[in-house]
């Protein structure tokens, strides 16, 4: 449905378990962090006093990614959601990635290099069934239905591809379908590994049990 026609949803009720993809940049890419709900529906958190998405365009920032921003956004998802994994694209968030991981443990906050092709080859073809399906939904986010549809496949070799963007259209971006395309990964190996989902729960209980909510 086209995105004029669609509203975008409210996010989901606090404590839902989810899992997380990101898509992390610096200057010229946009910055995305996109979740799935184990109910299947993909959505953009909003964050902050504000509530703004969680898709950061480095125009609106000064030409520069806003990192406490981002830093924000995350400590307050895992705090509104039950987080069962969160799969993370390292590029030049090496460090950031690396204290969430120490922060929210290593077996929720996992690097996942997109430039992997058979990996990400089969992460899209798991995404393009899910859609057609019906296992996956979206909230009618629009910059996220635009950046998805920005996406074009890309040959890797004979049997597999890629995404990214038009030939010679750079400024079309596509950083918000990657990041949805994460956060589906790890829905889908949360619900084959066992106790993927279960770490969420397990997760929420301790911060209770603790005092951290």
Excluded at 31 to 53: E, I, Q, S
Excluded at 69 to 77: C, K, Y
Aim: charged content about 25%.
């Amino acid at each position: 449905m086209p995105a004029r026609e669609m509203t975008w949803l409210p996010n989901p009720p606090r404590g839902t378990q989810i899992c997380v993809g990101f898509d992390g940049s610096e200057f010229d890419d946009w910055t995305a962090l996109k979740c799935r709900a184990r109910t299947g529906r993909v959505f953009t958190p909003r964050y902050g006093p504000d509530r703004r998405p969680t898709i950061w365009n480095p125009a609106e920032w000064g030409g520069e990614i806003p990192r406490g921003e981002v830093r924000v956004a995350v400590a307050e998802v895992f705090k509104r959601w039950r987080v069962a994994r969160m799969y993370c694209d390292p590029q030049g968030w090496y460090s950031e990635i690396g204290e969430w991981s120490a922060t929210y443990g290593e077996k929720r906050v996992v690097e996942w290099p997109t430039n992997r092709d058979k990996a990400m080859f089969e992460a899209l073809k798991r995404f393009e069934t899910d859609l057609r399906t019906g296992a996956t939904t979206h909230d009618g986010c629009p910059l996220t239905t635009l950046h998805v549809s920005n996406a074009v496949k890309v040959a890797r070799n004979q049997q597999r591809y890629g995404i990214g963007k038009p030939v010679g259209e750079y400024h079309r971006k596509i950083d918000a379908a990657v990041a949805s395309v994460l956060a589906c990964e790890a829905a889908g190996d949360a619900s084959s590994i066992d106790g993927g989902w279960d770490v969420a729960k397990k997760a929420q209980i301790s911060t209770v049990m603790y005092g951290f909510t």
